[in-house]
């Protein structure tokens, strides 16, 4: 199943590091999803993207940038983040307008910040 | 507040048995409802939409009651491959922005 893929899978980082997480969806959707899955927590939306335009953005700090340069791409970009940052971040993408609006989720971006 | 809540778990049963999952929310104006399934340490997948007027799709239904607020997942004949943790999920629409709300999950253990 390669509807939702994410790149990388899994990632090691420094606090004083820079890097992005990739995302890319191949379902013809318009609206992107960044959400965090930390252990014993939910799942935390933090933005959502409809056709390019970020209509959603709960609370997330400014460590963490998201950028969606079209409705197949979406970037979560990462900076000087803190070891309670580390957890699994998961992109899922919808087709708004129409149905339910039911999630088709990507399988995550294991991240470890040391 | 919008919140999803489910039963804690874990549930531990053997082949063959029915299990039931229930879940509440507590935005009233929450629109559409899904149950998904996380495997370990993978993503969460669409297991199925839940309907108003109750769905069927193979050994699991799903049922919905706005009134109560209260989503409900059935198994029957259970498998070992259903051993997961199963999200209920609520999806709330309105202002031009619409959020998933997930639940916590409730984990399943098939036993041989």
């Known amino acids: 199943e390669t509807g939702v893929t994410q790149t990388p899978r899994h990632l090691v980082m420094g606090m004083t590091n820079k890097k992005s997480l990739k995302c890319e969806q191949h379902?013809?959707?318009?609206?992107m999803y960044w959400y965090k899955q930390s252990a014993k927590k939910p799942l935390e939306l933090m933005f959502v993207y409809n056709f390019k335009e970020q209509t959603e953005n709960n609370s997330v700090p400014s460590r963490f940038s998201p950028e969606c340069p079209n409705s197949s791409h979406l970037f979560l970009h990462l900076h000087t983040l803190q070891p309670e940052d580390s957890a699994l971040y998961l992109c899922?993408?919808?087709?708004?307008?129409?149905?339910?609006?039911?999630?088709?989720f990507g399988p995550g971006t294991r991240l470890t910040v040391t | 507040r919008k919140e999803v809540e489910q039963d804690p778990g874990p549930f531990n049963v053997p082949e063959g048995a029915t299990v039931a999952f229930n879940c509440t929310y507590s935005n009233s104006a929450s629109q559409s409802f899904f149950w998904y399934r996380q495997d370990c340490r993978k993503e969460p997948k669409l297991l199925m939409s839940v309907y108003s007027s109750g769905n069927e799709d193979g050994r699991f239904t799903a049922q919905l009651n706005r009134a109560s607020q209260y989503i409900s997942l059935l198994i029957r004949d259970s498998k070992l491959s259903d051993s997961a943790t199963y999200l209920c999920?609520?999806?709330?629409?309105?202002?031009?922005?619409?959020?998933?709300?997930f639940g916590k999950g409730t984990k399943l253990s098939v036993i041989p």
């Open positions: 899922a993408s919808s087709q708004e307008g129409q149905g339910i609006g039911e999630q088709y």
């Open positions: 379902l013809g959707h318009n609206a």
């Open positions: 999920v609520v999806r709330y629409s309105g202002a031009g922005s619409y959020q998933l709300t």
